[in-house]
């Protein structure tokens, strides 16, 4: 079978899961166009707008479509590219886009809260906090891991951090087009969108090369880092329409033209296969280590399969700007599935190499993705590198996109720690002033953002990107596991299929703290940072478990208890 043949049956399979399973999970949930949604009801002009569908996709699939559907899979082919796709098919579809789009609906049904807050109505105030503290060591991780590949990538293609830097400054002027000097949304665009592409050709052409000027690689990447973690900390505090919503609208046309990129390119190329399909239940992956294949499979693919971090993305901002019920399935679930697609783009991409090129260039992930869909385009006569520095700025285009998203919501969700009980939800955390002087200061948008930014960089600074990798993605699947608590708890309530949610949820659980275990014990006595942080993911998930089940347990009585007085009438 050759790789294109694999990619379109996956395709298939994609697009008819949308449709059945996505179509389940709409009557399940009992989607009603008719009723009114957050953007509407709460409607201020400023986080609660209603959007149109094709324009809140783009935000949305930019916020999270990070680097994991390219990373994940990448690392996972290690062990073969058959576990790995086996994985992304069955996860994707019946795990993460089914998380993503209850995430999205519960959040929409709560007036657009965040899924914190939410937590707090079905698992009480210390349940709130407990999620809370574990997504804000989530995001540090996820600030990091994105912050190390960026930077790794800035330093070893010059060209796509020229045209990054490029990119970043057109967003503000795009901005000013179209807040002060009355630009349309169209004729901006007819200007800008040529311009991001032309950015390619100037990279290309004035590459930033900070070797050229005495550095080592190395020294290269630390600069990198620290002017990522300079803008990142403008990015989380700047007003969003001057930065990060233009930044998400014209990144969305990267990425369109990336994936479109590697569909054609695949069908012209029709690579063959190369690379094993099961290598064994341990392998030696990126980081040098002899891993098993389980739990490291599920903890390796994250964005490509299920991740967390979608929930926060969909109830923080996604869900305040959803038009109409009807988007729900589109947007919720059709993001996540187009992540699939993506993800099984990444493994065609690797699938064509020589082992050994794998093996070397499976160590930085982004950069064998770019290198695979590079070669096979030029079977459409586009010359191999324009096309590597093509795809390579859309990856780090998107993984920017995720970074910002990521810091902006870690700040948040610092703040919303110390609010009081009565006042949850990032969105209120942000508006609703708190009187007491160390509230006021603990809280205030530039010392959080400060905090988050700080931390990330530590952990980014306290080892490579395929060591962080690992814990990053035991985290996040943590995350969607404690998310489908709360889809379990909601179903539960409702009375409605809550063993749909259950299920994924003891699975994702069992796979990511055994993972989390697993690292800590490899870690034990070399990397002090990464057992302290596993260590305090492992305690903070186990006691909003404890919290969940007694929930639980204690609904299912009581709905014993009324069925038993109901039979004695």
Request: hydrophobic share 55%.
């Amino acid at each position: 079978m050759s790789g294109s043949l694999l990619f379109c049956i996956c395709l298939a399979y994609f697009v008819a899961a949308y449709f059945v399973y996505g179509g389940f999970l709409k009557r399940v949930f009992a989607v009603d166009p008719k009723r009114p949604t957050p953007a509407h009801t709460n409607f201020d002009g400023i986080d609660y707008v209603p959007t149109p569908r094709i324009v809140l996709f783009g935000h949305h699939f930019a916020s999270i479509a990070g680097p994991g559907p390219i990373v994940g899979p990448i690392m996972a082919a290690y062990f073969g590219w058959l576990p790995a796709l086996i994985w992304i098919l069955v996860g994707c579809v019946f795990v993460g886009a089914f998380h993503d789009f209850a995430a999205l609906t519960i959040s929409v049904r709560n007036q657009g809260k965040s899924i914190s807050s939410i937590m707090e109505r079905l698992m009480g105030f210390a349940g709130r906090q407990i999620f809370l503290i574990f997504c804000i060591a989530c995001l540090i991780l996820i600030v990091a891991i994105f912050t190390l590949l960026i930077a790794g990538m800035f330093a070893s293609i010059p060209a796509v951090a020229t045209a990054s830097l490029v990119f970043i400054a057109m967003a503000p002027l795009f901005a000013m087009c179209t807040l002060k000097l009355n630009f349309s949304l169209r004729n901006a665009s007819f200007i800008f969108v040529p311009l991001v592409f032309l950015t390619v050709a100037l990279g290309n052409a004035l590459p930033f090369d900070l070797t050229a000027w005495g550095l080592s690689r190395q020294g290269a990447t630390y600069i990198w880092i620290a002017v990522l973690a300079i803008y990142i900390f403008a990015a989380s505090v700047v007003p969003v329409q001057w930065l990060l919503q233009p930044r998400d609208y014209l990144n969305s046309y990267l990425l369109y033209g990336m994936l479109l990129l590697g569909f054609v390119s695949i069908l012209a190329y029709n690579p063959d296969i190369k690379l094993p399909a099961f290598n064994g239940m341990e392998a030696l992956t990126a980081d040098g280590n002899m891993t098993a294949l389980i739990p490291a499979l599920f903890i390796f693919i994250a964005c490509g399969a299920c991740s967390g971090f979608h929930a926060l993305v969909a109830s923080g901002t996604t869900s305040k700007q959803i038009n109409s019920e009807q988007d729900l399935v589109p947007i919720g679930y059709g993001g996540m599935i187009v992540e699939g697609i993506l993800g099984v783009m990444a493994l065609v991409a690797v699938m064509a190499m020589d082992p050994a090129q794998f093996f070397e260039l499976g160590k930085n992930q982004p950069m064998a993705f770019a290198t695979g869909i590079a070669s096979f385009s030029a079977a459409l006569g586009i010359p191999e590198l324009y096309a590597k520095i093509f795809i390579s700025l859309a990856i780090s285009a998107f993984m920017m996109t995720s970074l910002d998203t990521a810091t902006r919501l870690g700040r948040f969700l610092w703040q919303e720690v110390f609010m009081p009980r009565s006042k949850s939800g990032a969105e209120v955390a942000v508006r609703v002033p708190v009187l007491a002087p160390w509230r006021r200061t603990i809280t205030n948008p530039l010392v959080a953002a400060f905090i988050i930014v700080g931390a990330s960089m530590l952990m980014a600074l306290s080892g490579s990107a395929a060591s962080i990798w690992p814990i990053f993605g035991a985290s996040n699947q943590l995350m969607a596991a404690l998310t489908f608590l709360a889809i379990t708890l909601y179903l539960l309530m409702k009375e409605s299929k809550w063993y749909i949610a259950f299920f994924p949820m003891l699975f994702m659980l069992v796979m990511s703290l055994w993972g989390i275990v697993q690292i800590v014990q490899q870690q034990w006595g070399s990397n002090l940072v990464l057992v302290c942080s596993g260590t305090f993911l492992l305690v903070m998930a186990l006691l909003m478990v404890a919290v969940g089940i007694a929930i639980i347990a204690q609904h299912l009585r009581l709905m014993r208890n009324a069925e038993h007085k109901l039979q004695l009438n």
